[in-house]
């Protein structure tokens, strides 16, 4: 089947894109493989009008509206490869089946990893989390670890005794000199410079932390950055330039969300330094915008 655009990802990014495009009466599909980075968490905070409100739930009511647009396909199915040029594109899913399109939108996303510590993974998205602007407010007033990922880390633990007191666990990460430990003194947040080696906790909750030195320290929750990288290799088959952020690579941009490859579009957390729902949502409009005017001017 031939499409004038095709959206990767059907998440915050690829279906504010497709909204766009579906208002617009192209002919669109989207392909999902149902993995939004946020699916850890139970709820999803700060996207207007739906603070607090299941990230499922948000996907589901997304797509209830978006598939009310007649032009609109979608495939619940992960995208194995992208190739060709502008106009001629063919995506290739899983089962076997292959699509054609005018322009590709890719809002895949990224893949996080997490440091190395026994009872940190089982608890990302609930007591383990990485923005303090999405799960800060819930853990208000409790005894916050910023456990440091890397060398930028000292930003997080600097925020964070807006929400909580805060003690900076610095990993052998962060060297603290006397510039940094004056700004974090005048924060109020306690340095930690032994190594955490196990998370400690009821189910999901924590408890606290036990340190390389045999001591522990009581927390109730961690903020930590992961690393980030593409959750899907179709920007790189396509020859997209990527570039630096803070925790990863993300796909390398030209006016209107293009990407360096003409005809290819790329929004939300896959080609942006700063990740977060409404930012992708912006993004994805933006995207929508221009893959359908290209088609025009
Ligand atoms: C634990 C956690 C909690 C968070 N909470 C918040 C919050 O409260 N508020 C907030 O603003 N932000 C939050 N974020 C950040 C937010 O989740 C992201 O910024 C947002 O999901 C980015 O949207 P996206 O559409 O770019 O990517 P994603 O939501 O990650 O969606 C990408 C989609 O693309 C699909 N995909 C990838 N590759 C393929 C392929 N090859 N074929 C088909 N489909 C593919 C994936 O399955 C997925 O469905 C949180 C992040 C985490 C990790």
Redesign the pocket.
Known sequence: MSYDVII???????MSAALQLARARRPILV????????R??D?????LGQDGVA?ATIMREALRQLSAYPSVDFIH????SATGELDRFEVVLEAGAAHAARRLVL????A?TLPDIPGLAER??QSV???PY??GYEVRDRRIGVLANHPMSSHQALMLPDWGPTTFFTQGMVAVDEELAAKLAARGVAVETTAIVEVLGEGLAISGVRLADGRSVALEAIFTAPQTAP??P?AAQLNCAFEDGMTGQHVKLEAGQLTTVPGVYS????ASPM??????SAA?VMAGIGAHQSLIF
């Open positions: 990767i990802g059907g998440s915050f990014a690829g392909v999902d493989a149902g993995h939004p980075r946020n850890f968490a709820a999803s905070h700060g996207f990230p199915g992960q995208a194995t809002a895949t996303g990224v996080d990302w998205g989390m990485h923005c999405c799960h959750a899907s179709l929004a939300g957390d896959a990740h977060n729902a409404t930012l992708a994805g």
